[in-house]
Each structure stands twice: as structure tokens, then as C-alpha cells.
């Protein structure tokens, strides 16, 4: 089997996606995401200029060695446009070898370690009330495991928290939008939040929090130590990763488990988090990560840590790396949780596929490959829109993390 043709469709079906399509000299063909939020056309140019026309005559079953081609091969490493490119060649390829045994990702990594994978949902509110309404409706709907995310008094705009009834989505077409935040608020406001939550609806829930890296080492030391009473399932992102070793205060000062990784790219990035265990949750996510070749090794990475997997999730990820994740979790031993943002209906027809929700858990399906595929006609009627996520600045106009 040869690789023959190679090729990128970005659609944007309420959000904007890049999808790569591999084609084969046998007729098998395979789905790859290289949807990166806010630079999608650099990753779609990365792919299209410099890395396509090296796959063509290319045997597909070789993932290791095309992996480290694309990867050592270049010389220029790591970055998060370069390995949305590779991961999504990575799970193109695995898709048309599951394919072409006749059988799902999922036993090509071991298969089935549980019997589905646990995912949580996001819970927002502008406000306590509103966001305790919006944790008993997904309870409701099955959710075991829910984010809690809500509106701040004194901050108009909060992470985390649509200012309409929709979903909510960060990216924004047209520029960027800008916020104000005030850290002080913040920690003042959510223990406040988990208390009132635990009250109404007890200790059975896993309840988790995303900080989104806005925080300095001691302040997040403070939230986790006043968090400990809520027993929070994790606190998400508590400050940028970039300075690994304000993880080990964090982890000094407070019991409260701590997630990160959704924006690093490679195993160096997570090396010392890891190691040191000054985390508990990794959240590298496949598309971004460099794809099941990449990932598995930082799983398994991860393993001798006593760290599992918390794989980010949100909508700017298609639902070609929604099927991998679920493949991915279902296999590995020490998975964690899985994060699950709807996807809205049109992406939904545009990406038809075989892994759906049920009781807390969702399953990715048994058919052959990652079980998702594209409808090209559809996803030619939903054009790219240029879209950013938002800026932070704080109260008196400090560019800030968002």
C-alpha cells in the first residue's frame, strides 16, 4: 500500500476546522485534525508547502518511522503548529491502518483496558445561581463529572462563561475582543462558588475547575489550600507551564489535585512536571501533541509518575480528534477523564461518526479506524472565517493571560 494523494479541507461549520485527507493506491483513505484555535490556515500552509508532497509513495503502515521524518527530519522541532501538522499525518495514518485490518484504533494500542471512557462536561452560570441551575441540568443528563465555571461580581467578562444562551465558545470571528480580570475577585469569589455547589448537590459528583493560567504559584497554592474542603476531582491550568518548577510550590501548600498540558506540544514540555509529580493529570491533547505515535509515549511516560491522562477537549478540536481521544482512553491504562464539549449540529453532519455519549461514559465506537468521516460537499458550504481567541488585560490595562 502507497500513499497517492494528500490533501487539506478547512470548513468552518460554526467554528473553523482543518482537516487533512490521506488517500491510498487501494482506495482506503484516512482522517487527520490539525485544527489549531486562532491560527488554523498556519498549521493548513505548514501542511499543504512543506509536508504533503513528502508523503506521496510513502508506505502509511510506517507511523514510527513517517512520525520521526516529519518530526527530526525537519530540524526546526516542537511548536504547536508544527505538531498539529504531524498529528494530524499521524492519525490519518492510523486511521487507514485500522481500516485496512478491518478493525478500530483502539486494538491498535493495546486495546480495550475499560469498558468506556469517563468524560466531564462544562457547567457556566453568570452567576452562582445560574451556574448551580446549569450543574443540575447535566447532571440530569447523565454527567458524572462536571467542570464549574461562573461569572465573577465586579468583572464583566469571565473565562469560561458565554455572554449569550449559546454554548460556549472562545473563538471569535473578526479580531480579537479584549477583557478586563481581576485576580483578587477571583479567589475571593470561587471557594464561595464550590461550597454552594457541594452544599446542593453533595460528594457523589467529581467536580473540577479550570484556573486557565491566570494565577502566580502562591496565589494558586491559596485557591488549591481553600479548596481542599470541596474536594475537588482537579484544578485545571493554575498558571502558564513555561516555569515548571511553580508547580513544586503549588504542591508544597495544598492536597487539591492539579491538571496541565493542553498547551504544551511534545514530552520535553511535560518532562519535569512529570517527573517531579508536581502534577496529577496531564492534558496534552492528541492533535496537538503530535498524534497517537507522540502521545502514547507520554502516556506511558506519565505512567511511571503515578500521573494519568485528562486529554483537553473543548470544541476546537474536530470531532476527528474527539473519535482518536476516545480510542486513545479506552485503550491506555492510566487514563483519567476525558473532557467532552458538544460539538453543534452542523459539525455533526459535516463529520459523521460512530462514537456517542451514555451515562457519564462515551464509547468511540467499533467501527474499523477512528470511525468519523467528512462530508466534503457539506463542509464546502461552511467557508473559513477568520477567528481569534480573546485578550486578558488586568484592571489597569496589563496584558495578561487569557
Known sequence: MKIVNARIIVCSPGRNF????????EG?????????????????????????????????????????????????????????????VDMALWDIKGKALGTPVYNLLGGRSRDGVLVYAHAHGADIEEALDDVGKHLEMGYLAIRVQSGIPGVASTYGVPTSNRPYEPAERGLPSESRWSTEDYLRHVPKLFERVRNQFGEQVALLHDCHHRLTPIEAAR?????????????????????????????????????????????????????????????????????????????????????????????????????????????????????????????????????????????????????????????STFPYHRAYLPVNRKMDGTLFNW
Open 223 to 379: 485557591l488549591g489550600k481553600d479548596l481542599e474542603p470541596f474536594r475537588l476531582f482537579w484544578m485545571e491550568d493554575p498558571l502558564p507551564a513555561e516555569l515548571q518548577e511553580g508547580f513544586a510550590l503549588i504542591r508544597q501548600h495544598t492536597t487539591t489535585p492539579i491538571a496541565t498540558g493542553e498547551v504544551l506540544n511534545s514530552i520535553w514540555d511535560a518532562q519535569e512536571l512529570i517527573s517531579c509529580q508536581w502534577i496529577d493529570y496531564i492534558r496534552m491533547t492528541l492533535v496537538h501533541s503530535g498524534g497517537f505515535t507522540h502521545l502514547k509515549k507520554i502516556a506511558d511516560y506519565a505512567a511511571l509518575y503515578h500521573v494519568r491522562t485528562g486529554c483537553h477537549g473543548a470544541t476546537d478540536l474536530s470531532p476527528v480528534t474527539m473519535a482518536g481521544a476516545l480510542h486513545f482512553g479506552l485503550a491506555i491504562n492510566n487514563f483519567g477523564i476525558q473532557e467532552h464539549m458538544p460539538h453543534t449540529a452542523e459539525t455533526d453532519l459535516v463529520f459523521p461518526h460512530s462514537y456517542h455519549f451514555e451515562a457519564g461514559y462515551m464509547y468511540p465506537g467499533d467501527a474499523p479506524g477512528l470511525g468519523v468521516d467528512i462530508d466534503e460537499k457539506l463542509a
Open 28 to 88: 482506503i483513505y484516512g482522517l487527520g485534525d490539525g485544527t489549531l484555535n486562532g491560527r488554523e490556515l498556519a498549521v493548513a500552509s505548514y501542511l499543504t508547502d512543506h509536508v504533503l508532497p513528502c508523503l506521496i509513495g510513502r508506505d502509511p503502515f510506517q507511523t514510527e518511522d513517517i512520525w520521526q521524518y516529519l518530526y527530526r527530519g525537519a530540524y526546526w522541532r516542537r511548536g504547536p503548529v508544527t505538531m498539529a501538522a504531524i498529528a494530524a
Open 18 to 25: 482543518v482537516t487533512l485527507k490521506i488517500e491510498t493506491d
